[in-house]
């Protein structure tokens, strides 16, 4: 029942639904308090909405939002608490007090500097924003940009402001349990003084040097940067927060690029949650901005998602504009008709081609180019079942997609059956679950089955810890789990940070990456992922969320894996370990191999996890594995190659479709001096004439 109201709600938690359950009967509470009248129950009933409140609003609650569009917004619920305390007033017979008139007035005065202290606020949000958000651009040279108002001024300030009436109710309410006048007037005074002084200290930060250059001045000198470092090569990308995984994957591939990188961005939440780089970074949120910037050395420009603002930047025909997408599975989104937009579309394998082929959506064959995947040399090749520890095998199923197809995701109708069978194996085996990023952000059945598949690992750890055949090291866990605090706390220190007073406009005049600090981070991650493997036992079942430990860093500490029709499968495969695919939408395994190729050389799951067994046997014994040839085939088909290794395949491509573009601006150039010669000739034999 309680989920069900959590659900319904579109709460985070327990505390939330009690804590926004709270605040809608603190109301009714405080208008019956205020009518008896009781000022003990009032202040009681009080309290508890603004705590409610406040705690809602610290978590980002849904309930927050959808009671300001039903018009029962932040400043409506404060006006009618006052509102309540006034009729409080008249009820205890002191509305012919004069603290009875202060209390009236202070609440008008108090609401009428909300509007002054809301637009200094805005104007002061709005003038700080830079049109352009930059990282690894040198912008001091050029723009002299003001420190930021103290966060203090400008964090939640609405909120902020609203509270300040805590000290003419708490006067008020001293007033009416003891007919201290002294008491009303001074929460009344303090009230009215600190909402002015609020006011007051806003206003200095609208002055012309407290704000950064206009727009056309910040532009401007964006674009004198770009005439000086001359990018060659842009990594193009747009989407919502939730999508930022999707560039944070090309971000070591761009650092290694033999031509000059340069990272486009179209939203400013992307900004936000990218992972570090030394790659220069622009953030672009205006479409007439970018078309208006200077892109002219630009030869070949990258594009991460098929997204509707990639069109901003295909309409200049002076790049070569190339698909590489987010990742290589053999889902309709892989094969995308949108992609003839592209100059060029860049496949893993020969996969890619045929796949491409076989969908006829309209690309050309001599418009693919197989370059391997770069992201993918962190992956490390099986070496066979481990000799000191229990087998590994890792559960990473995809989301469940945009519609309701049975085959996008195993979560829903086998990811039990599956969890069950493996931590149930004998010989025992490990188990990790990591679940896609995007699970159960749009189906609520998904959001329950993988909060009831979290719920069996980690009741299946619990029993493990209690089996007598297995015994921790627990020495050896704590050393490295001070490690990791180690370790985490000295990669804080070095990551890209801002004092408290940073805003977009002072992460951009300061957002120089350290090359020291940012190698050195490098190191201390992969020393951070070492230790988190060692910081719990080796048998103890895993649920893995987050950025950290990294999916590859899970394919590395697992010997199988089983997961979906997913960009997860085509990277598992270069590992060369077994892995199992679920048919979730039961086409049987004849049929599920001819309509995806990544599992051809996959162990195939029935929704009740038949084919398990199949799986942990070539784990345990990869003498009697009977697909390892087949995976090795397979994995040269979906990814190409070793040799040359896929960064420089990568590069080379790049330089390949750099060279066309040069040669077609060349061309260009060469029609418009023809036809300016051609005209000039022609004005000549007319003057002659």
Request: with cysteine.
């Amino acid at each position: 029942m309680i989920t069900t109201a959590i659900r319904v709600a579109r709460v985070g938690s327990v505390a939330e639904l009690a804590a926004a359950a709270l605040m809608m009967l603190g109301f009714p509470c405080l208008m019956l308090a205020a009518l008896v009248p009781s000022v003990p129950a009032f202040a009681a009933a009080a309290a508890v909405t603004y705590l409610a409140d406040l705690y809602l609003h610290r978590k980002g609650s849904y309930l927050i939002s959808l009671l300001g569009k039903v018009r029962a917004g932040l400043s409506i619920r404060f006006l009618v608490r006052e509102l309540l305390l006034i009729v409080l007033l008249a009820r205890l017979e002191l509305s012919e007090e004069p603290a009875f008139y202060a209390a009236i007035a202070c609440f008008t005065v108090f609401f009428g500097l909300q509007a002054p202290h809301g637009a200094l606020v805005t104007l002061i949000g709005n003038r700080r924003q830079m049109p352009v958000v930059t990282r690894n651009v040198d912008l001091v040279s050029r723009l002299s940009i003001p420190d930021a108002p103290p966060r203090l001024l400008l964090r939640r300030a609405g909120v902020k402001m609203l509270h300040l009436d805590l000290a003419a109710m708490a006067g008020l309410l001293g007033y009416a349990v003891t007919d201290s006048a002294a008491a009303a007037f001074a929460g009344v005074g303090v009230t009215l003084g600190l909402g002015a002084l609020y006011v007051l200290a806003l206003m200095p930060y609208l002055r012309a040097k407290r704000v950064p250059p206009k727009a056309d001045k910040v532009l401007g000198a964006v674009s004198a940067w770009l005439r000086e470092y001359r990018p060659e090569t842009v990594l193009y990308f747009s989407g919502s927060a939730d999508s930022t995984y999707q560039v944070n994957m090309w971000l070591e591939t761009m650092e290694q690029l033999e031509s000059r990188p340069l990272i486009i961005l179209r939203e400013r939440v992307i900004m936000e949650t990218m992972a570090p780089t030394t790659v220069p970074v622009v953030c672009v949120p205006g479409g007439v901005h970018l078309m208006n910037m200077d892109l002219s050395m630009v030869r070949v420009a990258l594009y991460a998602a098929n997204v509707g603002k990639n069109i901003h930047l295909l309409r200049v025909p002076t790049m070569k504009h190339v698909f590489i997408g987010h990742g290589d599975s053999d889902k309709l989104a892989s094969v995308n008709p949108f992609s003839k937009v592209y100059d060029e579309v860049w496949t893993a394998g020969r996969a890619g081609r045929d796949r491409y082929a076989i969908a006829d959506v309209g690309i050309r064959d001599e418009d693919i180019v197989e370059v391997g995947r770069p992201q993918l040399a962190p992956i490390e090749p099986w070496r066979g079942a481990p000799q000191d520890r229990i087998p590994t095998v890792l559960y990473a199923p995809t989301w469940e997609g945009w519609d309701d197809d049975p085959g996008n995701t195993s979560i829903l109708l086998a990811g039990e059956n599956i969890v069950k069978k493996l931590v149930a194996a004998e010989p025992p085996v490990r188990v990790l679950y990591k679940p896609h990023p995007f699970t159960g952000s749009r189906s609520a059945k998904a959001r329950a089955a993988h909060r009831r598949i979290t719920a069996l690992v980690k009741k299946a750890a619990a029993e493990r810890a209690a089996d007598p055949r297995f015994t921790p090291d627990p020495a050896a866990q704590a050393k490295a789990k001070a490690e990791l605090t180690r370790l985490r706390a000295r990669l804080d220190g070095l990551a890209l940070a801002f004092d408290e007073k940073a805003d977009e406009a002072v992460t951009s005049r300061d957002g120089l990456v350290d090359m020291r600090k940012h190698q050195e981070a490098a190191r201390l991650r992969t020393d951070w992922n070492d230790a988190y493997w060692r910081s719990f036992p080796s048998y103890e079942h895993r649920v893995i969320t987050g950025a950290e430990p990294r999916l590859y860093d899970c394919f590395n500490a697992s010997e199988a894996m089983v997961s979906d029709i997913s960009s997860v499968v085509s990277d598992f495969i270069a590992s060369g370990k077994p892995y199992a695919v679920t048919d979730s939408a039961e086409l049987g395994a004849e049929e599920f191999r001819r309509q995806n190729t990544a599992v051809r050389a996959a162990v195939i799951l029935t929704n009740d996890a038949a084919g398990v067994e199949q799986l942990l046997a070539a784990v345990r014994d990869p003498a009697a594995d009977p697909l390892a040839a087949d995976r090795k085939e397979l994995k040269e088909y979906l990814l190409g190659p070793d040799e040359p290794t896929s960064i420089e395949r990568f590069d080379t491509a790049i330089a390949d479709l750099a060279l066309k573009s040069e040669a077609r601006n060349v061309g260009q150039a060469s029609h418009v001096v023809a036809a300016a010669g051609e005209a000039e000739l022609a004005e000549g034999g007319v003057t002659a004439v």
